[in-house]
């Protein structure tokens, strides 16, 4: 069983609109959860971290965890044409290292 | 704002050579990550390393690799004898008190 999925699209929307980005883990320990933002050939840039269930807002950006469904998602509200990069979920697995385990990652793709 | 760096940004070596990846983690962080991500995959776990010793390790992570953190700034990563599928971004990643980690620029390594 994977550890970390998402949906590998691409996923597109238009500028303007809302791009929703989805994530499950198996580790039902699960403590922290962070997605991150990769531009083709470039690193992974931290954008949302979350640690309890609800939302978690940051501008255009809002996180939601679901720990009973074991489900994290990414809502960014306004896409941009900026924003056409692979998100990446990533999750602290049980344990004192803060190792993350990340899933494959989603395309979006916001056409202007 | 204080960034991870991460030289050289590509390496190219024959197969059986050993590299040293070198980074300067953000100064004032504790913990200390290296990842991988191969061409078209997802990004993975290789090491952790915090108090000045490795506190986990990936099966990646076998005795052709090793950390050090040789002063107070750098932290490198060595591959005594390069395989052709060691190519591979290699990514090091710092944090602090709280989970969030962040990711240098990377080394693309071409072993040959």
């Known amino acids: 069983q994977k550890e970390v999925e998402q949906n590998s699209g691409p996923l597109s929307v238009p500028e303007g609109a809302i791009a929703s980005l989805n994530c499950t883990y198996s580790d039902r320990v699960s403590q922290s959860f962070f997605w991150y933002r990769q531009y083709s050939g470039k690193s992974p840039e931290l954008i949302m971290s979350i640690y309890s269930n609800g939302d978690k807002e940051d501008g255009r950006f809002t996180a939601q965890l679901n720990k009973a469904s074991q489900y994290v998602s990414l809502l960014i509200r306004d896409s941009q044409p900026s924003d056409s990069a692979t998100y990446l979920c990533?999750?602290?697995?049980?344990?004192?290292?803060?190792?993350?385990?990340f899933g494959t990652g989603t395309l979006l793709a916001v056409q202007p | 704002e204080p960034e991870v760096t991460q030289t050289p940004s590509h390496q190219v070596t024959q197969m059986g050579q050993e590299v040293i990846l070198r980074c300067v983690p953000i100064?004032?962080?504790?913990?200390f990550y290296w990842y991988r991500q191969i061409l078209g995959q997802k990004v993975e776990f290789l090491v952790s390393?915090?108090?000045?010793?490795?506190?986990?390790k990936s099966e990646i992570f076998d005795d052709q690799f090793s950390v050090e953190r040789p002063d107070g700034s750098n932290f490198t990563l060595k591959i005594r004898s390069t395989k052709l599928e060691d190519s591979a971004m290699y990514f090091c990643?710092?944090?602090?008190?709280?989970?969030?980690?962040?990711f240098g620029p990377g080394t693309r390594l071409t072993v040959l």
């Open positions: 990533a999750v602290n697995m049980r344990g004192a290292t803060n190792k993350l385990i």
């Open positions: 100064s004032n962080h504790l913990y």
């Open positions: 990643a710092s944090g602090g008190q709280v989970n969030e980690q962040f």
């Open positions: 390393f915090y108090n000045n010793e490795i506190s986990e």
